[in-house]
């Protein structure tokens, strides 16, 4: 953690003067300092090629960081002293005992792409004379830290002065990180929670006059907790209070009704500093359960006390004033647990504390921070040691990132537990199923969902098209706890909808009408009814659908908070009818179980299929339900999860439809939509009746308009005879095309099959399917920067080629292959032999699939593209060449340059002059 305070930090990150004034103090030998920045300026050239987002440098009290993904390459540290990691394959073994005779091992890192990389730890003036013999491994460790993450989780330390002193130093030119800039008003919340909580100390014995300032507060309409204590049925004023339950009071709702209250006990206690003007990562307690002691029947005589105590050393002592002793009573009280009680704190001291709720032990785990959820004083002080190890930002910010402070996350809320999934395992897991699939053709496809999310399988039948696209669609399938259990029979569960969220509303399930028609019928007279809750009761409006009188209950005050704050999208909650109230209850006593998670469909499209209802099903207008389809269902289940994902901060699961045998019917018929909305990021329109966003009675809440969702992969299938039809240049342009025609039956069955020279192998496969964004101009610049023979070149020759009979491409295909090269580049190897592999595949799957026409048409621009693969390997004609074991080869077995794109070429130029036509789906 920096030692900056937070009024000169963000002055500092922006100053290359500072930055000048803290590493000349850093290295103060001229010569060394400019050997070690210079080498420092390398990786942050070669970072920068991964993407913009993938680096940062930031400037600390004590070092300057380097990171790349979630990965530290360099420290250059006080007292000229440098921590870095290389890859050790690119190392000589002199070298390597030089540095491990110079300086400490600096330990291994767990990512899989890093596990075979050293670190040191050395005095830069053992470093400076082996600069040059390292820069090459140091430079080959940025390439495997880029693998592991798209963003790195530091972006918000990057010092951009650090970049301009480096400029000016070194005098060279040095990209800018592309990391969005933090708000200038962010964190303004801390210096009056800092204050707030000091003045509070000075109440320990005057606790009645905090349950006041709270009951005047509450008469006020303001958002604070009740202060009426509870016993034996009866209700009566709350006589004591802690510190903690003080400021959970109004650390339970939304932005507003918390600024209001902090400037109701700014006049109140006399505050001097200013209110805040954001509250990014407070988190905020349920709203339900927001007292940090029970009511006084369980309630012992000294849980208040010792609150008190631990809120006393908190502010006065931070983190050194608390002892195990102390911190293990506070957690004997009732109502608290480990992540309460440490939000708490972080209430106290947003400096020296941090939550450790779910959220929070999610995201700095997958920063790197190892362990479960501490339970005693003892881990939780070494787990705090440990996020500051890892993280160059404060607490503040790691709480901001972790939690979606607009929320309350729902602890029922199913939890997904990913297993580490690797491309070597994804093989295995293909090959345990009796398939068999050469590597580079499995990498061909998860790099082109990487690239594209419409993917065409095409091919000879019965090559296994749909069973990849199957095992791909079942490896990345996540495990799910669902809650289940018995429901009891008075009682009806119903589910909460994206709508129901949205506009704050259900409706009531036909089995709950049957079973109370007194309570319906009077909220038809009265369109009103009392709604309980488990913070009170509330009178609530009722509205009927126009059509089918189904009854909608619009939550309002108290009801309507609760609600909101209590659930998430896909959680369960219990009705219940008592002296005609409708009760609302979180489903509770069900234990969760661990079935996988159906994330896929395989849907057979019919040759009848005119437009888009075999796929999203429709309304029908005499009933007013919605048919729906699996495909539809496949789709709101990932809205769902991409949601979900968003609030946590996590990376969606990714789902896929397998559409088989995809050319029965029209593609432009039955997809057109959605080729129209990948592309332009629109909604698909499904129906115009708002009632059915509620849920119908299968709880299935369909959505006016639908976002395709981001995490969604399409594969279709495609085998071509006289029943099937062609597909037209619009959807080829649209989609990913790889042709399944090899066939091994020589080793099927005997072994793995078999490899393709110079093939794809992703060993740096991130384990995960996301699309960042849309390939674009970067993804073109950054091709330029691959490859020692020129990749970009080839394109423009190519590009030209066509362009003279007008069948060139655009931007979106050559945008498309740069994306696809750069991921081989990332996730197998920046070697030229895979790269030109990556090239062969891209231009195969994007150039070739929309040719097609007659001979005359076709004769010259197939010869010329032939003779540009095959370049200088060997002759320009097809005749010289032959197929054989699945190549394409001369007499003295010469390949192309291009291979699986020239043969291509060699075979469609046989059936042209066989049958006068040829086009690129056989």
């Known amino acids: 953690m920096t030692l900056l305070d937070a009024s000169t930090r963000e002055a500092a990150r922006l100053d290359p003067g500072f930055a000048r004034a803290r590493i000349e103090s850093f290295l103060p030998d001229p010569e060394q300092r400019t050997a070690v920045l210079g080498l420092l300026a390398d990786l942050i050239v070669r970072g920068h090629r991964h993407g913009e987002r993938r680096w940062s440098v930031s400037l600390h009290d004590r070092l300057v960081r380097f990171n790349v993904g979630s990965a530290m390459v360099v420290d250059l540290q006080k007292g000229a002293r440098a921590r870095l990691y290389l890859d050790r394959s690119k190392l000589a073994p002199p070298v390597l005992e030089e540095l491990a005779a110079a300086g400490e091992d600096a330990g291994v890192f767990r990512h899989a792409a890093l596990r075979e990389c050293v670190g040191f730890v050395v005095p830069v003036g053992a470093l400076a004379p082996l600069i040059d013999d390292v820069r090459e491994a140091a430079l080959s460790f940025v390439d495997l830290a880029a693998t592991t993450a798209r963003r790195t989780p530091y972006a918000a330390a990057h010092s951009p002065g650090v970049v301009a002193f480096l400029r000016e130093e070194l005098g060279r030119e040095l990209p800018d990180a592309g990391h969005p800039s933090a708000p200038a008003n962010r964190f303004t919340w801390r210096p009056i929670y800092r204050e707030l909580a000091e003045r509070i100390l000075d109440y320990e014995e005057r606790q009645d006059e905090l349950i006041e300032i709270l009951d005047k507060a509450r008469a006020k309409g303001l958002k604070v907790i009740s202060v009426v204590d509870k016993e034996d049925g009866r209700e009566f004023p709350l006589a004591e209070i802690d510190p903690f339950t003080f400021l959970a009071s109004f650390n339970r709702s939304g932005h507003e009704g918390r600024v209001a209250v902090l400037r109701e006990l700014k006049e109140v206690f006399d505050l001097k500093s200013e209110l805040p003007e954001d509250l990014d990562g407070v988190p905020t307690v349920n709203a339900v359960a927001s007292w940090f002691v029970a009511f006084v029947r369980k309630r012992k005589k000294e849980d208040v006390p010792t609150l008190w105590s631990l809120a006393r050393a908190a502010v006065e002592q931070g983190r050194d004033g608390v002892d195990a002793e102390l911190f293990k009573r506070a957690l004997a009280v009732q109502a608290v647990g480990i992540a309460k009680l440490t939000m708490g704190l972080f209430w106290l001291d947003p400096d020296a504390f941090l939550a450790v709720d779910d959220h929070t032990i999610d995201y700095v785990r997958r920063a790197g921070v190892a362990g479960n959820k501490p339970a005693t004083w003892g881990e939780y002080r070494r787990w705090l040691d440990a996020v500051e190890e890892r993280f160059d930002v404060s607490f503040a910010e790691i709480s901001r990132h972790a939690w979606d402070v607009e929320t309350v996350p729902n602890p029922k809320k199913p939890s997904i537990d990913e297993p580490s999934r690797t ?51 079942r490896f990345f399938q996540p495990r799910l706890a669902h809650p289940v259990g018995p429901e009891p029979d008075d009682e009806y569960v119903q589910r909460v909808t994206p709508a129901v969220l949205r506009y704050r509303r259900f409706a009531l399930k036909a089995a709950f009408q049957n079973a109370e028609p007194e309570v319906v019928s009077r909220a038809r007279e009265t369109r009103e009814i009392r ?57 509770s006593g069900h234990e969760p179980v661990g079935p996988t998670r159906r994330t896929y469909e395989v849907v057979a499209v019919r040759p009848d299929w005119t437009d888009n209802r075999g796929l999203l099903g429709f309304r029908n207008p005499i009933t007013g339900d919605y048919h729906a389809t699996p495909f539809l269902r496949l789709l709101l289940r990932a809205a769902e999860d991409e949601e979900r994902a968003r609030r946590e901060g996590k990376p969606p699961p990714p789902y896929f439809a397998v559409l088989d045998e995809m050319n029965l019917a029209r593609v432009e018929h039955y997809f057109s939509d959605f080729l129209s909305c990948l592309e332009s990021g629109e909604n698909l329109h499904l129906h115009d009746d708002p009632a059915l966003e509620e849920g119908g009675e299968d709880e299935l809440a369909v959505p006016m308009e639908l976002a395709v969702p981001d995490n969604v992969f399409f594969t279709g299938t495609v085998n071509v005879d006289e029943t099937t039809y062609l597909f037209s240049p619009k959807v080829l342009d649209r989609a990913f095309t790889l042709e399944f025609n090899d066939v091994d039956l020589e080793r099927m069955g005997v072994g793995a099959a078999r490899a393709s020279a110079g093939g794809l192998y992703l060993r ?49 295909v050559a945008t498309e292959i740069a994306r696809f090269v750069g991921l081989a580049a990332e996730q197998a190897s920046n070697d030229p032999a895979v790269l030109a592999a ?85």
């Open 423 to 473: 491309f070597a395992g994804l093989l295995e897991a293909i090959a345990s199923n009796g398939l068999h699939f050469p590597p580079d053709v499995v990498a061909a496809y998860l790099l082109a969902l990487q690239t594209k999310r419409f993917v065409i399988l095409t091919g000879i039948s019965g090559t296994g098209k749909t069973r990849l696209a199957q095992e791909v669609a």
């Open 531 to 587: 709604v309980k809750t488990p913070v009170g009761e509330q009178l609530c409006t009722v509205s009927f659908h126009p059509q089918t009188w189904r009854p909608f209950v619009l939550l309002k005050g108290g009801a309507r908070e609760w609600f909101v704050s209590s659930f998430d999208v896909g959680d369960r909650y219990r009705l219940s009818v008592a002296d005609g109230a409708l009760g609302i209850a979180p489903l």
């Open 764 to 812: 740096g496969f991130p384990g995960e399917l996301v699309l960042e964004s849309k390939p674009g101009t970067a993804d073109w610049t950054r091709l330029a920067e691959l490859g020692q023979d020129g990749i970009r070149p080839l394109l423009l020759e190519l590009h030209a080629l066509l362009e003279n009979d007008n069948r060139h491409f655009g931007y979106r």
């Open 838 to 922: 990556a090239v062969d595949v891209a231009v195969h799957a994007k150039v070739l699939p929309k040719l097609h026409g007659t001979q005359q048409e076709l004769e010259s621009v197939l010869r010329d593209l032939f003779k540009l693969c095959v370049g200088g390997a060997g002759p320009h004609g097809f005749d010289e060449w032959k197929q054989a074991n699945g190549n394409l080869v001369t007499e003295g077995g010469t390949v192309p340059v291009l291979p699986r794109t020239a043969r291509k070429l060699w075979r469609m130029s046989r059936r042209l002059r066989a049958q006068g036509f040829a086009s690129f789906i056989e």
